[in-house]
């Protein structure tokens, strides 16, 4: 099926401008109502910046599938980011067998979105191919998984991952990505037949959204967007403090998090988590990436 939702995409984008958030969130349930879950139906396109715009993690998905053609589409979709040299180092492997789900659920801290999505895409780094590229040349290599092609295959699952998740979200599915792929890398091997050279970095669920989010703010621009060259210090920590106050008042709304701390603490905590996942290093090694 080709992806009819990227031309009329297109044509939409060609006739609208940007709305109000009010406007887009009035938008997004519209469409959550109204929803046919076939691309060629679906009356309600909105431009890429909206849909980028509009994007929360989803964590609670209704029990309704996703159709062979729609995942076909969306991954057809993914698969045109752009890929350094067109090397395209990646593999995406979709689970959608309850009992299958399952067992990578175990793997990945038993997180109930796994559960519940409709697939459960996995994202690998992928150099197997292009291994079995230099076989049928007959050429040798000792150092294939050097850090620059570790890093090479890690950024082409990086866009070809975002690309998918926002085809998703622009067909209102709900999406939330899984690093937590990256906690038992050995089982994770096991379970999908993962030969050398190719590296789990992150899942991703996809489902019917059975849950509506007010978008997280992020940083303030001005704390990723430097221009001309690195800012200083002093305007950085600037930017985080204002950020604290920010996602605290957010917290706040959202009625979330009552001991509420600093988003700067909370990033205390996500580096203490990130030290301890440890396997992922010694399994990229093994199976022959960044041996130097
Ligand atoms: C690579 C990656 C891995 C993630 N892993 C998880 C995860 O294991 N569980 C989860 O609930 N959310 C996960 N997330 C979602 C983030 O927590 C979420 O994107 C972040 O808090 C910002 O919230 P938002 O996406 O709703 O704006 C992951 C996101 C990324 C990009």
Redesign the pocket.
Known sequence: MRPTVIASEARYLAGNTLQPASQRHANRLNRHESRSHTMTDNNHHRSTIEVMES???V?RFTDEPITHDLLETLIQAGTRASTSSNMQGYTIISVTVPEHKKRLAAL?AD?Q?IHESAAFLLFCADLHRLELCAQKHDVAYDDLGNTESFITAIVDVALVMENVAVAAESVGLGM?????LRNFPFDVREVLGLPRYVVPV?GVCLGWPAEEHD??PRLPLDAVWHRERYRDDEDLKRSIDAYDGIMAAFNDSQGRHPDNPRWSKVMCDVLDKMAQRTEIGRFAQEQGFNSQ
Do not use: L
């Open positions: 994007h929360v993690t964590r990945c997180q979105q939330c990505m899984i690093g937590s992150s978008s997280k």
